[in-house]
Each structure stands twice: as structure tokens, then as C-alpha cells.
């Protein structure tokens, strides 16, 4: 969408831990009503950009806009304009499914029959509703990444960072996600995904960009990608881009776990 201000910009943006350089000047520009998809090894950053881009976490130089706002100068606008399911679970185990969204509606100052209505209308939304008045710790794993997306979703934000939400799904779950993604994005919500499962990011993503070392490596739609790597698969490509002997030691130092929780409620509150 040319002439439009772009929903996510991040510029030379900068950040360390210590000594251990994550993010070394990455450069990514998001227009409104698209997906992107941030690929990138364990390790690479892709949650670290998140936790930036949602005000978590505080860059050491660039810069990051969202919604148009500076995430270092107008935090509490960028997190009005925000969504986020983060890579760790943000549910709380021992209430229902309506009862963490009921929260989420409180922490949004949503009124009290507002809130219920906006509950209801996302327990329906998600195919949730019959297990709403259950504890989620009964839950199966597919049923709390949806609560998840719908906890994101309750304050109707403008941009979405949803950081490996089909992570666990079965392929029928995981396409369920994709369709609400989708219906997100045909109502002009903006979409930051990170994924490891690239055909997910083929599928869904109109660009993909990829984290390397610290710095964006690729970037562009998927068939461009391919094409410019003379690549079958988003595999081909990742695995062409990312190989360890010509990235950056920075991506190969860990595994799948968990970091820095960017949970919603955090951002909500
Ligand atoms: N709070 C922190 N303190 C110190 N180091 C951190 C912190 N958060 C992240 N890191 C380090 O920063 C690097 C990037 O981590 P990050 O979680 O952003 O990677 P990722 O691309 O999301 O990886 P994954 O695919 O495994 O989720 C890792 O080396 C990690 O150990
Ligand atoms: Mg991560």
C-alpha cells in the first residue's frame, strides 16, 4: 500500500544482553493489512524483536515504530495499538477460558455487559465454547493457543505480533488459526508471525523476512524468495540462508526454550 505510513518499521535497531549481540542494525518495514513472517534460527532474535517492538524490551540504538509511534518515546500508545501471543502461554491454568478473558476485558476497561458480549462473541470466534466454562488446565494445547490469540484480540488491536502460535497445533488446528489470521488481516489488522514451520509462513505470509546474525538476511515474498534462491521450498531457502558456516555465531547457541515472557497481559496492564 504505497503512501500509506507503514504499521511496523524498525531501523538499524540494536540490542544487546550483556556482552552477546542479538539484533546487530535490523532494518524490516510492515505495511498495514499484511503478514509478515520472521524466520530465523533458535536463537536469532525473532522473540527479542517481538519483545522490543511490544515495549518489553528497550533497544540500544535504531529505532522501532508501530502504528506510527516510537516504542522508547510512546510506549503506552504503541501498546494501545497492540496485540501479543507470546511464545510462552499467557493463560492462567486455574481459571476457565471465559474467566482469563474476562480479565483481558477488564484490563481493557471494558464495562461489565461489554465485556461479556466481547467474551462470548471470541469464545464463539475461536470455536471455543463449549469448553469455556471449564478450567484451562483441562485444556488440550491447541484449545490454549486459541485462548491465547483470542486474549490478543480482545482490545481489537491494530497490529498483532504473534510469536510461534501454531507451535504444538495438528495440522487441522493449525489451519483453524490460519483462517482467524486471515479474517484478522481482510479486516485491515497487521500481522508480525514468527514461525518455524516455513510451509506455515509460505501459506499464510505475504513477506517473509529473514533474521540471521543479527540482521535481516532476506527479505521478501515467499515466490520471490524462491525464486531468488532457486529454491522448491521456504525449507530450501532457510536452510540455504542460515547455514552455520555463513551465519553469525549468534544464531547457534541455544535451543527451543523459552525466554523473556511477552505475555499480553503484560502488555495490557
Ligand atoms: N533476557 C535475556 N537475557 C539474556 N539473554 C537473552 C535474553 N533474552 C534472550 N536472550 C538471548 O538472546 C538470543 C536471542 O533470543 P530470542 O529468544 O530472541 O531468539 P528466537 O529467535 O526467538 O529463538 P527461538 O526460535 O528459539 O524462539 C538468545 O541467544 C538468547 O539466549
Ligand atoms: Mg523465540
Redesign the pocket.
Known sequence: MPGTAPAIALRGLRKS?GD?T?LDGVDLVVQPGTITALL?P???????TVGVLSTLLRPDGGSAHVAGHDVVTEPQAVRAAIGVTG?ASAVDDLLTGAENLRLMTALHHLGRREGRERVEQLLDQLGLTDAAHKPVSTWSGGMRRKLDLAMTLVGHPAVVFLD?PTTGLDPRSRRTLWDEVRALVAGGTTILL?T?YLEEADRLADRVAVLDGGRIVAEGTPAELKSAHDAGSLDDVFLRLTEPSTGSGAST??G?GT??PTTSKEVAS
Open positions: 544482553f552477546h542479538v530465523g533458535n536463537g536469532a532474535g525473532k522473540t527479542t511464545q510461534e514468527t518455524q547457541d541455544r527451543t525466554t523473556t
